[in-house]
Structures are given as structure tokens and as C-alpha cells.
């Protein structure tokens, strides 16, 4: 009796030591994965400026000339080349006008009187803000209605 009651304590302590083993295996891989996530983020983090100085100057760019168009198509084509690497990266855009501010995701750096939207909706995006995952890589930053 006392063997019998030694195995089946052995192949309890046997049991949970397995099921911790696979709990820290599984603690471990979601534990890469999210190093993977934050380390591509940090990567990625200053090619956003780039993007940004594209965007910014694409609105300035007015060509009068063929010879200027076709620099603004070359110019164009790269900027759409980095939104596509972006793209295929997993990085998405948040921060969209019209929709409801969220602190997790937005960051207001104005306000505006308005009675034509709901309190706390986005007015205007003054710089896109970008997600890989359920990382926030960067903010939003917006214009945010009160009334």
C-alpha cells in the first residue's frame, strides 16, 4: 500500500511538472513573439519621419513644368514604394478624422469648438499614427472637437 501510495504521488508530482513545463513553454513563446513585435517597432519608428517629410513635401510640390512632373512622378513612385514596405511590414494607420478620440491610440495636441460633431471626435490629423499588432508604434496626433 505504501508503494502504491508512493507512484501515484510520484506520477501527480510528475503531472504537474509537465503542465508547468508547458505553461512556461507557452509563457516563453508569447514572451518571443511580443520581443519580435516591440524590436521590428523600434526599427521601424524612424522611417515613419521619413514617410512624414514624403507626405509633407508631396503637398508642397506644385509642378509647372513636364520636367518637374515627371521629378514629382519619380518622387511619387518612391514615397508609394515606402507606404507598400510599411504596408508589408504590418504597420497600420490610426488616427483617422471623424472618429471617436482614444487616448490609447491618439494624441491630442488641440482643440476645437464645434457644434456640427460630437464632443470628443477627431477634427483633424495633424501627423498619422501607426499600430503593428496590438503595439502602438506611434501615436496619432490630432485635433479633438469639444462643446
Known sequence: MVATGGVREAQE???RLQADFDNFKRRASAEREQLVVRVK?????PILAVADNFERAAIQIKPKTDGERAVQDAYQ???NE???FLKKEGLQEVGVEGEAF???QHEAVMRED?????DGTVTGV???GYRLGEVLVRPALVKVAYN
Open 126 to 128: 495633424f501627423q498619422r
Open 77 to 79: 513612385t518612391v514615397y
Open 102 to 104: 482614444d487616448p490609447n
Open 13 to 15: 508530482r510528475l503531472q
Open 41 to 45: 517597432a523600434d526599427a521601424l519608428r
Open 82 to 84: 515606402l507606404k507598400e
Open 114 to 118: 464645434r457644434n456640427d460633431v460630437d
